[in-house]
């Protein structure tokens, strides 16, 4: 939670500065290029950081599978939740009231077919590219724990230097204030939709996997927090579940970056927005930027709250610890 307020504040405190610089904002088109520069070169680090992890490569047998499956229902059940509340609230595809259409919106989520499909590969590629060079050459270069410590750190730099870059975009554009004042009951709806969409996953889950409906719901309510759910469902004495719940909570948010643009373009903004879980409020955050609208920022940054707090409060409370 202290990286997330350091995150925010320098966002603020980017979207402030850029306020005052408005009338000069045809000077900072090079922004863009900037965002999707460390787009990429934060993912390629996340799949150094995932190929040098013993925790993550020893598991890709049977709880691989596991994990895999849980993933795939969390991010249909969260998809379907994001419809849901979309539906209630009357948003188009765009995140926007029913009717309406953005200018641009459809060059912005991939255009005739290609963009979100392109955009989506390259990441994909880029989370092996990192994964394969994190399991084969890392350790021949340097102890795991010396990396994590070096990677971690450049990871906080990153996040800071592109979320500063998304809050300074913002406040070139100047419409946030508008668009949450415009979002209305749909930013609680989606988020709360979303939750439970990944619980009812949960519960499919436990229905057809060895798991127990109470080892289900906990898996289920990581919504990507690979530091806190495993720990706790571990440490209640739920070994394989904890395991489940590690590689799980990794995959969500790595599918998560991987799918955004796709689901964008193909699907909704909503909907993509509910894929990476607690990321959605950090780590995805210039992903939405690029590839959706201002509009659908003010729903990703709910949910990912909604579920960080969620997962903090049920994990402990369905696990029993």
């Not at 991987?258 to 959605?280: C, D, N, Q, R, V």
């Not at 709910?302 to 049920?314: D, E, N, P, R, V």
Request: overall charge neutral; proline content about 4%.
């Amino acid at each position: 939670m202290t990286l997330l307020a350091l995150y925010w504040s320098i966002m603020i405190v980017c979207y402030l500065i850029a306020g005052k610089l408005r009338c000069h904002k045809d000077r900072f088109h090079f922004l863009d290029k900037l965002t999707s520069f460390f787009i990429y070169l934060l993912i390629f680090l996340m799949g150094l950081r995932m190929g040098a992890d013993k925790e993550v490569t020893s598991s890709l047998g049977s709880i691989g599978v596991q994990a895999l499956f849980i993933t795939f229902l969390t991010a249909v059940g969260s998809m379907l939740g994001g419809t849901a509340a979309r539906k209630i609230v009357h948003l188009n595809r765009h995140a926007l009231p029913a009717g309406t259409e953005e200018e641009g919106a459809v060059e912005r989520s991939g255009g005739v077919n290609t963009s979100g499909i392109k955009s989506s590969v390259i990441i994909c590629l880029m989370v092996i590219c990192g994964m394969l060079l994190g399991y084969f050459v890392l350790p021949q270069l340097m102890p795991p724990e010396r990396f994590e410590e070096i990677s971690g750190n450049l990871l906080v730099i990153g996040l800071c230097i592109m979320l500063g870059s998304v809050g300074f975009s913002m406040g070139l554009d100047g419409s946030i204030v508008r668009v949450l004042r415009g979002a209305g009951l749909g930013v609680v709806l989606v988020p709360v939709f979303s939750v439970l969409g990944s619980l009812l996953a949960g519960v499919v889950y436990a229905f057809l996997t060895p798991m127990t409906m109470r080892e289900g719901l906990a898996i289920s309510a990581g919504f990507g927090w690979y530091t806190m759910a495993p720990s706790v469902i571990s440490g209640a004495g739920h070994a394989v579940a904890g395991a489940v719940s590690f590689l799980h909570n990794v995959l969500r948010e790595t599918m998560g970056l991987i799918f955004l643009p796709l689901i964008a373009s193909k699907i909704g903004y909503i909907e993509a927005i509910t894929i990476p879980g607690t990321a959605s409020t950090d780590l995805c955050l210039p992903l939405v930027e690029k590839y959706c609208n201002p509009e659908t920022m003010a729903y990703s940054f709910c949910t990912g709250m909604l579920m960080c707090l969620s997962c903090a409060a049920l994990v402990p409370l369905i696990i029993g610890a």
